[in-house]
């Protein structure tokens, strides 16, 4: 049941970010949802299976919707990494270290992308409106959207039984 | 008695997916066409992407619909359907006159310009974020799809293939900052780039015009341009957009911002020329 629920979070993060996200428009400044939840399972059960969740996932979208293998799959990776510095290292309930992991983890993204772009010949106009109309509210958004899916998925996060459920991969 | 090792199995497997990942990137980088591994994942993709685009399509045309129900509203996206097919008709004429001209002029030279072969494909994946503008279409090298061929929509030039897998490909779109389009000023017929821009300040669906010939900026709000053919990727005569304001000084190497004619948020179904044109 926590594999399923897990499955269908992930899936619903692809559709957001992938498919909803762009058919409204939100493009320019959305939260990300894959890195927000990867961010939150990541400071819960630490390397696995955030990593290999994060790899695996990362390269298919990378196959179906992105120019360069990497362009997900490398920020998501970081992602996974970069939340598992916190496991175990706070209260499970806490909610704003993950919520700040999730926004660092997306500024890093922006930049990685940014810096895809530079190298690969874009022309950009304005750095800094870049930086305080995109980079930074996205960023923020989605430690928003991270702090958002640690309330809503509370209760069901602190239940010690969720990493046993899940130390099959370990 | 034994002591409690740290549990080495998380490590060992994120530095495997670390090594993978890496493995995969230097193999995909630079590759116009997918490598085994893609093909294979990204023949699989294609058909929930395709089926997950048309569910996505479907489910915003109704709610659309919904949300348009007056008159004024239905009349109004009616006369913007026949305005637009009446400039697009006017351009064509135009582009037609002008050539017909040319071919008198140049005896001899008898094919006319036209998309003589071409492949339409639905969009199954569309970008995200704002860096980089790539485009999944549903058609691959099966159909005849190539790396280079011209994209095209009803209003004008999209973009350019740049990967082919065997049941789909992906488009760069004009508007994309690391592509450039030769084009050419209807009007006055003066040869210059048009360049796409990433810009977070304002409208992401602007370009920029460079180098056209100082003696020759006799450019105005409202220019047709029309790719140039030069360069061998987009055919002579596919209309691009329309100047929306010229630089005057000199010290902007910018001549001009242009409005591209695709509505890039809203394509659906696409044409890939695989042949004809003056170029194609």
């Known amino acids: 049941m926590r594999k399923l629920l897990l499955a269908l979070c992930l899936l619903a993060a692809v559709l957001l970010d992938y498919l909803i996200f762009p058919r409204l428009g939100l493009s320019r400044v959305a939260p990300d949802a894959l890195i927000a939840l990867l961010v939150s399972l990541s400071v819960l059960t630490g390397l696995l299976p955030a990593v290999p969740i994060a790899v695996v996932l990362g390269v298919l979208l990378d196959i179906g919707f992105n120019r360069f293998i990497g362009m997900s799959a490398i920020p998501l990776f970081i992602s996974a990494l970069t939340g598992s510095v916190f496991y175990g290292r706070f209260y499970a309930d806490n909610i704003v270290i993950p919520a700040v992991t999730a926004a660092v983890a997306a500024f890093l993204k922006e930049l990685f992308l940014f810096a895809v772009l530079l190298l690969s010949g874009g022309k950009t106009s304005g750095y800094f409106a870049l930086f305080a109309l995109h980079m930074l509210p996205a960023s923020l958004l989605t430690g928003a959207l991270c702090a958002l899916i640690r309330l809503l998925f509370k209760n069901y996060l602190l239940r010690s039984s969720f990493r046993l459920d899940i130390d099959y991969l370990r | ?280």
């Open chain 2, 1 to 280: 008695m034994r002591r409690n090792a740290p549990n080495k199995k998380p490590l060992i497997i994120t530095a495997a997916a670390a090594a993978l990942l890496l493995v995969l990137v230097i193999v995909g980088a630079g590759a116009s066409h997918a490598n085994f591994f893609e093909n294979t994942l990204g023949s699989v993709l294609a058909p929930v992407q395709r089926t997950a685009a048309s569910v996505f399509d479907a489910v915003g045309g109704f709610l659309r619909n919904l949300f348009n129900t007056t008159d004024a509203d239905i009349e109004n996206a009616k006369l913007k359907n026949e305005l637009a097919l009446k400039n697009r008709s006017l351009v064509e004429m135009e582009e037609l006159r002008r050539e017909n001209e040319r071919l008198r002029k140049l005896l001899g030279f008898a094919q006319s310009a036209g998309i003589e072969n071409g492949v339409t494909a639905r969009v199954i994946g569309r970008p995200s974020g704002v860096y980089f503008r790539t485009f999944t279409l549903g058609a691959g090298s099966s159909s005849g799809v190539d790396v280079n061929m011209p994209v095209v929509c009803a209003d004008g030039l999209v973009g350019v293939v740049i990967e082919v897998g065997s049941s789909w490909c992906k488009v760069t779109a004009v508007v994309d900052s690391t592509v450039a389009v030769p084009v050419m000023v209807e009007r006055t017929r003066d040869t210059c780039i048009a360049h796409g821009v990433l810009n977070a300040s304002g409208d992401e669906n602007r370009m920029e015009l460079h180098y056209l010939p100082a003696d020759r900026r006799d450019l105005v709000p409202g220019d047709v341009l029309i790719t140039s053919g030069i360069g061998g990727v987009y055919p002579k005569g596919i209309r691009l957009g329309t100047v929306t304001e010229v630089m005057t000084g000199d010290k902007s190497s910018i001549n001009a911002y242009i409005a591209p004619s695709v509505d890039f948020a809203h394509l659906e179904e696409l044409l890939i020329i695989t042949g004809g044109g003056e170029n194609g």
